[in-house]
């Protein structure tokens, strides 16, 4: 069985730019959540989409947004890009109840110039 | 302020030995507590996930406890081994209807096994 799938694995962008990072969650999986990790803050809530509706959401600006598809494939968006948003990207996949284990794919490396 | 505060911060022991991880969270409301494992350069893997009424679980070499009264989680490695050199991240989930809701993590510990 695939795991969970995040492309690219590194990219670099300067500030004021944009991005589109991408998640592939596991088959059968409906909830897929992302997360922001860095060394000073750790692992930080970004939002999670379930059946292609945001169900929870973190504590992040608006500039960061994404959206779910119907195959269940996710999207995260961070425009007006900011030095501080260097930082690994990770997405998680679950069937989606509240007790459900998620599972991580490797994430992507952003780094702001 | 939801919070998770795990300890220590960083551990070394040797192969073989036991150890046990702390957790101290002030989440409200509770709906889960879960360790996750993450090796360097990949994603945490999920080791437990355990409900307000379960006070211990186990995965293998494993153990996980909860004292909801408290508000503290403990994460025991029992013979540990080379491969268990990771970081122990520990997570609340506010929780909320049947979603998982919010997820507060706490800053991990590095654990180091040295042979």
């Known amino acids: 069985k695939a795991g969970v799938t995040q492309t690219p694995r590194y990219l670099i962008k300067t500030r004021g730019q944009q991005v589109t990072l991408s998640c592939s969650p596991i088959?059968?999986?409906?909830?897929v959540s992302w997360y922001q990790q860095t060394p000073g803050q750790g692992l930080q809530f970004l939002f999670e989409?379930?059946?292609?509706?945001?169900?929870n959401k973190g504590n992040f600006p608006g500039r960061f947004s994404g959206r779910q598809f119907s195959n269940s494939r996710s999207e995260m968006n961070v425009s007006t890009l900011e030095l501080g948003d260097s930082a690994l990207y990770l997405c998680?996949?679950?069937?989606?109840?509240?007790?459900?284990?998620?599972?991580f794919g490797d994430g992507t490396r952003l780094s702001i110039l | 302020k939801n919070q998770v505060e795990q300890s220590p911060q960083s551990l070394i022991i040797l192969e073989g030995k036991n150890c046990t991880l702390q957790c101290n969270y002030t989440v409200s409301p509770f709906s889960n507590l879960r360790w996750y494992k993450q090796d360097t350069g990949r994603g945490p893997v999920s080791l437990t996930i355990?409900?307000?009424?379960?006070n211990t679980k186990s995965n293998g070499r494993y153990t996980a406890t909860l004292d909801a009264d408290t508000k503290q989680s403990s994460l025991h490695i029992t013979a540990s081994q080379l491969s268990d050199s990771a970081s122990y991240i520990c997570v609340v989930s506010e929780g909320g209807g049947g979603s998982q809701g919010n997820l507060i993590f706490g800053k991990g510990t590095k654990l180091s096994v040295k042979p």
């Open positions: 998680a996949s679950s069937f989606g109840g509240y007790n459900q284990p998620q599972h």
């Open positions: 088959s059968g999986h409906r909830s």
């Open positions: 355990m409900t307000f009424s379960e």
């Open positions: 989409y379930f059946s292609e509706t945001q169900r």
